[in-house]
């Protein structure tokens, strides 16, 4: 019969792996020096590119494979964002700007895509962000386009019309909403705050719960809290980061409307991104205004057998009753498969233009 172990047997052995674990980190770690020097070596003068998103992406998704558990896959893969964050940090530390102030939703993913050593840059609107990386000032930024039940942010998508950056990856967050009051709240709530998007996502709740009380947009739930935390009778909602960070007090917690809401966030930089094996491509396309343009535009897609994944109009600020289309779908720029479509689109459009391919977000559901 095998003999059990006991409490101080289990105790010495994980001691035992925590020494083995830690010996591999800083053997990583020391290998991902060894990759800057090389990098800089071989970089010809040039700034070398330290961070590699495609790569990264690789390794995320080989470590779910075979991953045997039972850890789940999705916190194997935070454990290992975290250690190539903290990794990337010993080549060059990161600055990335995103939607802020502290406490939004965009810098959650912001940590989530980056990992938390990254050097996090608050903005106060997409504009900011999108300036700070073509100025170089940021390596990238990050910023909210689309939620699973209010739809696309068009500010962001407004911001290509006039912007020479790339999309370099995409960042899917499932998006929790709380409504928060200040420690030394009255009782009575007078006013909610939160962000437009928030407020449509919480709708339901709210007509059910608080009917009669005003709601007040801001430029960010975050932005949200922080007012209420110097006001006694109002609320804000927003997520459970933003309470802690301005002392609130959180009185009714995931109180939005569908249970799998979801807000896709797009990281944008200076660079094309490689292939990573499972990827997405963006592009913004202007047509020509007659009968059957869009039908032209989209009809390749379907014939090579390319999945959209979106399809959003905006004007195009040429001209009036004048519109541009952007368009998600499956695959990589470089695939040949790609390369037809977009000859053939080419060959229809008025201008079509790239707005970058980029891995996948990774879903563990």
Request: charged share 25%; net charge negative.
């Amino acid at each position: 019969m095998t003999k059990k172990k006991s409490l101080e047997d289990l105790r010495k052995r994980i001691d035992q792996l925590d020494e083995e674990i830690l010996d591999k980190l800083n053997e990583r770690a020391r290998c991902a020096l060894e990759v800057a020097e090389v990098k800089l070596r071989d970089s010809s003068g040039a700034a070398p590119i330290f961070y590699r998103p495609e790569r990264e992406a690789q390794v995320l998704r080989r470590m779910a494979e075979i991953n045997p558990g039972p850890l789940s896959s999705e916190k194997v893969a935070q454990v290992y964002r975290q250690i190539m964050s903290a990794c990337l940090a010993l080549e060059e530390p990161l600055k990335v700007a995103y939607l802020g102030p502290e406490g939004t939703f965009t810098q959650q993913a912001t940590l989530k895509q980056f990992g938390d050593s990254v050097v996090g840059i608050p903005m106060v609107t997409v504009d900011d962000v999108f300036r700070e990386v073509t100025s170089e000032s940021c390596n990238y930024g990050v910023v909210p386009v689309e939620n699973s039940s209010e739809g696309v942010v068009n500010h962001t998508l407004d911001n290509f019309l006039s912007s020479s950056l790339q999309i370099c990856g995409e960042v899917e967050l499932r998006v929790h909403h709380n409504l928060m009051v200040s420690p030394d709240a009255t009782g009575e709530i007078k006013r909610i705050y939160s962000h437009q998007q928030t407020l449509g996502q919480c709708r339901r709740w709210l007509n059910g719960h608080y009917p009669n009380v005003p709601r007040l947009t801001t430029s960010s739930n975050a932005e949200a809290a922080r007012r209420v935390a110097e006001e006694k009778d109002a609320a804000a909602i927003a997520g459970e980061i933003a309470a802690e960070i301005y002392n609130l007090e959180i009185v009714s917690r995931q109180i939005e409307d569908e249970s799998d809401n979801t807000t896709r966030f797009i990281v944008v930089g200076r660079e094309k991104i490689g292939p990573s094996g499972n990827d997405k491509t963006s592009i913004v396309v202007s047509t020509h205004n007659q009968p059957g343009a869009l039908y032209k535009l989209l009809e390749p897609f379907h014939r090579h057998g390319v999945s959209l994944t979106s399809i959003e109009t905006r004007p195009s600020r040429t001209g009036m009753w004048s519109y541009v289309f952007f368009i998600d779908f499956e695959g990589h720029f470089e695939d040949d498969l790609i390369q037809e479509v977009m000859a053939e689109i080419d060959s229809d459009a008025l201008e079509v233009r790239l707005l970058g391919s980029y891995p996948r977000a990774i879903s563990y559901r």
